[in-house]
């Protein structure tokens, strides 16, 4: 089993692991890991990215590697990696949250996944997170990539898609939008919707902003006959 790497700075450390639903019942008991994630989340599509440029395949076109990177920091891949680093056993989580099943809740082991890797490249630097990250995505990417084509074709980021059908018939990127977000802290649910020249094309609803757009994304590629 992959470990997960040391964060010297225990209060970072911390942090990283706490959900604001464990702040919102201990106000004084240290900060939530929202703004870690934010970090995480952008230090991961760089080395991600990074890693795809690298690959050992001339057959990775952008287009496969914008797919290929969708694939592998989404939600429920990175809740994956979680669970298996054990990210589950010691998040802080409210009452609310664990009664909810939030040890096990994907977009919660997603969001500290993305937390702790925010905070251990504050701790350690770049280097040591790439040294991390790699091995543990090229696996993923290397069972990905052995897909079938057209098992493939499911990975196919549907925001891409959609983007790409925009431009060609009317020369302008969609624009996703918030519509609503309801539900407590630990399971926030955001709706989405999709405009192109005011138009709305589709509406999606997930855990993240990210899943809640790409549901849009889907429901738009089926109104224009695409998927």
Do not use: C
């Not at 702040?23 to 890991?33: A, F, I, L, Q, S």
């Amino acid at each position: 089993m992959d470990k997960l790497p040391i964060i010297k700075d225990q209060k970072l450390r911390l942090r990283a692991l706490t959900h604001r639903s464990y702040v919102n019942e201990h106000p004084g008991d240290g900060k939530d890991n929202e703004r870690l994630e934010f970090l995480g989340d952008a230090v991961l599509g760089f080395i991600v990215g990074e890693l795809l440029y690298h690959y050992n395949s001339e057959e990775l076109s952008e287009a496969k590697m914008t797919r290929l990177r969708a694939a592998l920091v989404d939600e429920q891949q990175l809740g994956k990696f979680a669970a298996q680093l054990g990210m589950g056993e010691i998040m802080r989580l409210g009452k609310g949250a664990i009664r909810d099943g939030g040890y096990q809740n994907p977009a919660l082991l997603s969001d500290t996944f993305e937390a702790y890797i925010g905070a251990y490249y504050l701790d350690a630097g770049i280097e040591k997170v790439r040294e991390f990250i790699t091995p543990l995505f090229k696996k993923v990417a290397d069972q990905i990539i052995g897909i079938h084509a057209e098992e493939a074709e499911s990975l196919i980021d549907s925001k891409n898609r959609f983007q790409q059908w925009a431009l060609a018939e009317f020369g302008e990127n969609p624009k996703y939008v918030i519509i609503d977000q309801f539900g407590p802290d630990h399971a926030k649910e955001f709706i989405a919707e999709v405009r192109v020249r005011d138009q709305v094309y589709g509406s999606g609803k997930g855990r993240r902003k990210q899943d809640a757009q790409k549901k849009a994304a889907e429901a738009a590629l089926k109104k224009v006959g695409i998927i």
